[in-house]
């Protein structure tokens, strides 16, 4: 970051109220703030209280959580039965096995190509010139072969994914 734009936040912030740097410094919200609006803030609650108060816990920017997951965490009230955070990391979790299918099954109809291409070359016996046609056949029938695979084992992890979501946002309203 440039040291112009550096100069030009702490021109902003030090405008305000130490009341108002003091709230942004405790609410620690890094979807609102960046991370150098934080070091100006610092810098100056410093320069005018000698130090700075314990900021909260706040969500950070990068940490990967919707903003329904961020709630639920967030919320005083966590549930007895299960852990709101190994949820959130299961359903994360099946997300990225659900992409692995995609690309196992994907490598695996390549296996198979071999495979159905001398199944479907058996129907047309001493026919050279069918090769295409039948290499064609195989395709068609590999790639049905593998988004039928795919759609055995993607949608079902999808649906599972969709249905703890549900569940949690539910639960998080219900607590509202």
């Not at 005083?76 to 690309?103: G, H, M, R, S």
Request: hydrophobic share 40%; glycine share 6%; charged share 25%.
């Amino acid at each position: 970051m440039s040291n112009e734009l550096r100069r030009q936040i702490y021109s902003e912030l030090n405008l305000r109220e130490t009341e108002d740097l003091l709230d942004i410094w405790q609410t620690n919200d890094h979807e609102e703030w960046s991370d150098t609006a934080f070091e100006v803030v610092e810098e100056i609650l410093i320069k005018r209280l000698g130090e700075v108060p314990l900021q909260e816990e706040g969500l950070l920017k990068d940490d990967g959580l919707d903003e329904w997951e961020a709630k639920v965490l967030d919320d005083e009230n966590q549930p007895e039965f299960y852990d709101t955070l190994e949820v959130i990391t299961l359903k994360d979790n099946i997300n990225k096995t659900a992409k692995a299918v995609i690309i196992v099954n994907i490598l695996g109809g390549l296996t198979t190509f071999q495979w159905f291409s001398s199944i479907v070359g058996s129907y047309f016996p001493n026919r050279e010139e069918l090769t295409p046609l039948i290499y064609f056949i195989t395709f068609i029938v590999t790639g049905l072969s593998v988004a039928v695979t795919i759609g055995i084992t993607y949608f079902p992890l999808k649906a599972l994914v969709q249905i703890l979501r549900i569940l949690m946002e539910f639960r998080s309203r219900k607590g509202m």
